[in-house]
């Protein structure tokens, strides 16, 4: 099922949400999976960006559309998903490879440059969200990239 994309205007751009794709750290979480796993499950991809473990930034979905990946909040911001967030074991840690932390901190720093007033936060940061995704506190740990109060 594919459904039409909805467009994202640049000014309704609050949050910037960050995920993890909630797999193991030593299996690789293909792009074709990720796509096909949001196509499953929303009619479209889920993200505007994948992080591989390599830390390889792949494009998903352009910025100019709604991403489908945080209930009630697509239509006001940008998603984000690195690979990963499960240890071998399945245990929800930060699995975070230095490469993903590098180039996630060089997208968001892009993306705050782009978007000033979007806030950075978390998929488990937003209200009502009962998972651990990702498995860190991106509102903390990008400090310096969120907008003046
Ligand atoms: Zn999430």
């Keep these: ?76 911001s940008l998603g984000i998903c690195y690979e990963g967030g499960l240890d071998p074991q399945g245990r929800k840690v930060d699995t975070r490879t230095p490469q993903q932390k590098a180039a996630l901190f060089e997208l968001l720093k892009q993306l705050h440059r782009d978007y000033p007033k979007a806030r950075i936060i978390g998929h488990k940061e937003l209200p009502n969200v009962a998972k651990e995704c990702p498995c860190f506190t991106p509102s903390t740990e990008y400090a310096c990239l969120q907008p003046e109060a």
């Design 1 to 76: 099922m594919n459904k039409q994309l909805i467009p994202l205007n640049h000014d309704d751009v609050k949050l910037l949400i960050v995920h993890c794709s909630a797999t193991r750290s030593d299996r690789n979480f293909s792009v074709d999976n990720l796509i096909a796993t949001g196509k499953a499950r929303f009619g479209q991809p889920s993200y505007h960006w994948y992080i591989r473990r390599n830390g390889n930034l792949i494009p998903i979905l352009p910025e100019t559309v709604r991403g489908a990946h945080a209930r009630g909040y697509n239509r006001c």
